[in-house]
């Protein structure tokens, strides 16, 4: 999942991102590390999967939070020449005057796999309660970019060079924890907020070499690379990230540990469900295509 898999969260409004993957989804555009077309992702075999996390609380902070639970659902599909993600979050806290309070998040897009544009759709409720939409599609270049938001407000944001979009994202923290690199820091637009791109700052750590201990055994041959990633709004004074996640990488771009860090409390993420979803049969010869795989 994208560095939504990486979500742009708070304890109380929590937009979802990619992870991933996402997500989830860096930095080898950014850093020179990597000389293909402009914001493309490097050249990793991303794997189009269906993952499914419990998430259970790890730790609790000095705010109102006394315990918290959740589910992520994460969906990677490839579309020939572009990258669908579908990413659904809920989290269920409990305050200490026993008050509870649900959080919901849906969040869509479509990413082309040169890195040339992003359609994005993001959708947050707290307790049943709709939040505005943010939606719009965004478009880069070499030189830059620009977002073009059609929800809540239509208006426009530059995007700065070297921008990457989430899979592009997450293809790029692997490729430098590949290339061996410690630390990585590029922008990344994911259409989780409304002021554009966010920076980040990941930070590669340990290595695991296979077998990987995992129950799910398309993934344990495949070594793995523990991550930390955070997330800061330029467009603020706040000097703090406005949300910071740990993840377990395989090459492959599948996560199956998160560690979701909302402020007021943090939550630790099992991949629980797993399946690798087929690659379409009908796409183009020159279609960059992910590696076949059987669904398990």
């Known amino acids: 999942m994208h560095a939504v898999m990486g979500p742009s969260l708070t304890a109380r409004r929590m937009r979802v991102r990619r992870a991933c993957h996402r997500g ?6 950014a850093m020179g590390l ?3 077309p402009a914001h493309a992702a490097p050249p990793v075999a991303m794997a189009a999967h269906r993952a499914v996390y ?3 609380l790890s730790a609790v902070g000095n705010g109102d939070v006394v315990t918290a639970e959740g589910r ?3 969906v990677l599909s490839d579309m020939c020449t572009a990258w669908s993600t579908q990413q659904q979050l809920h989290v269920r806290s409990v305050g200490r005057e026993g008050d509870e309070h649900d959080s919901d998040s849906d969040y869509a897009v479509l990413e082309d796999k040169d890195g040339s544009s992003l359609v994005f759709r993001a959708d947050q409720s707290e307790n049943g309660q709709p939040s505005p939409r943010i939606a719009g599609e965004a478009h880069m270049r070499p030189t830059g970019g620009r977002v073009h938001y059609t929800a809540p407000g239509v208006h426009d944001v530059a995007l700065p060079a070297g921008t990457l979009f989430p899979v592009a994202h997450t293809a790029s923290v692997i490729a430098a924890g590949q290339a061996g690199q410690t630390e990585i820091a590029p922008p990344l637009f994911d259409g989780t907020v409304e002021t554009g791109a966010l920076n980040t700052y990941v930070l590669l750590l340990a ?8 129950p799910f055994t398309a993934l344990a041959p495949l070594g793995a690379q523990r991550v930390h990633v955070a997330y800061y709004n330029p467009t603020t004074r706040d000097m703090g990230p406005i949300f910071e996640q740990g993840m377990r990488y395989f090459p492959n771009g599948v996560a199956d540990r998160l560690d979701l860090d909302f402020g007021q409390f943090r939550l630790a993420g099992t991949l629980r469900e797993f399946r690798l979803l087929p690659v379409p049969d009908h796409c183009p010869s020159a279609a960059p295509l992910s590696p076949q795989h059987k669904p398990l």
């Open 54 to 56: 419990d998430l259970v």
């Open 207 to 214: 290595r695991e070499r296979p077998p990987v201990a995992t």
């Open 34 to 36: 990597w000389h293909g």
């Open 24 to 29: 989830m989804l860096a930095g080898m555009v």
């Open 72 to 74: 992520l659902t994460f």
